[in-house]
């Protein structure tokens, strides 16, 4: 019984919420079983009167500014059954219009390996979309729907090279199918390291504890200008709800890959053409190596810059586990005056390197220090280490 009371108070506190303020009734007008019960006062319906704050008219300005230009994305992927029969799987997510065009970005994850795309507007009409161009490296994508002469509202995109902790973000986005949705709150963090589920460490995300739940994934995070300063993608939670610690790809890195996903349908990276072997503590000590981190050089590409420029590989063959790889070889130990302590740097340290472009990679070679001017390739999509 009481159950069911607190039960019954709290659906007419939701339902009058909505509407305005409830006067309760008072301790007196509750009666014991059996009696006659005196009817509560009707409502107190109050009407909001006077101007809003100027953070919530900001709120209210930029949700009604903003919200036409963001999209819901349904992807439709097929999995077989244990009888080898296709079974649709759905998924949703939030993209952000960026042109007139309908170009539209959002995650990897949400359009990742979609057979079938459906791009709904804030008006409610669905379009076909396809995808564009993906950089699964940071877990960006570019679909596109034909808008048919209809006028788009479009995402600006602001700066994430100045942003400071405490300062006030926006979340618009489609939270577990709950369309229009606006969140608020604060950077909680910077250049914070985050691995995917697919085991890829995205660099530089911007923490936040405006909630990003699933469905929110695609969709902008906004400076209090109405500017995009970062793609919300994902959250830290061991239940899958928002926790409070939300992350988003900094929109320098969407300006830096956007513009080669509208080209050439991915990410053009440059490379330095070698088979690189991460230093560990077990292969320092073995082969008395000078420094306890680096990239070790196994293999060259014959022919290549690298090996153009006076990189070497090594030529005492080893195995370790199932690797097998050459000793006696330089170590990178810099590129482009950046320290190297592992390939997460390596790649760091390429990642807004285009293919032609020329970097200095220090190097130690029998324990002393060069450098090389190496005219970088184009890093292949599937990189074998």
Known sequence: MAIAAAAAVALVLALAGAAGFLKLPQADQFHQA?????????????????????????????????NPAVVNITSVSFEYNWFLEPVPQQGTGSGSIIDAKGHVLTNYHVVKDASELSVTLADGVDYKGKVVGVDPENDLAVIQFDPKGTRLSVIPFGSSSGLRVGQKVLAIGNPFGLDRTLTTGIISGLGRPVKTESGI???????TDASINPGNSGGPLLNSKGEMIGVNTMIYSPSGGSVGIGFAVP???????VPDLLRFGKVQRGWIDIKPVQLFPRLVSYANLPVSEGVLVS?????????????????????????????????????????????????????????GETVEVKILRNRRAQTLAIKLSERPQNLQW
């Not at 107190?44 to 949700?63: H, R």
């Open 34 to 66: 059996g009696e006659v019960p005196t009817p509560p006062p009707a409502p107190i319906l109050v009407q909001y009167s006077g101007p809003v704050s100027p953070d919530e008219a900001n709120n209210i300005d930029l949700y009604q500014r903003l």
């Open 251 to 257: 929109i320098e890195t969407a300006r830096r890959v």
């Open 299 to 355: 293999e060259v590409t014959p022919g290549s810059s690298a090996e153009k420029a006076g990189l070497k590989g090594g030529s005492d063959p080893v195995r370790y586990g199932r690797s097998l790889f050459y000793l006696g070889g330089d170590i990178i130990v810099e590129v482009d005056r950046m320290p190297i302590s592992s390939l997460y740097d390596l790649l760091g340290a390429l990642e807004d390197n285009k293919p």
């Open 201 to 207: 460490v995205i660099r530089e995300m911007i923490q």
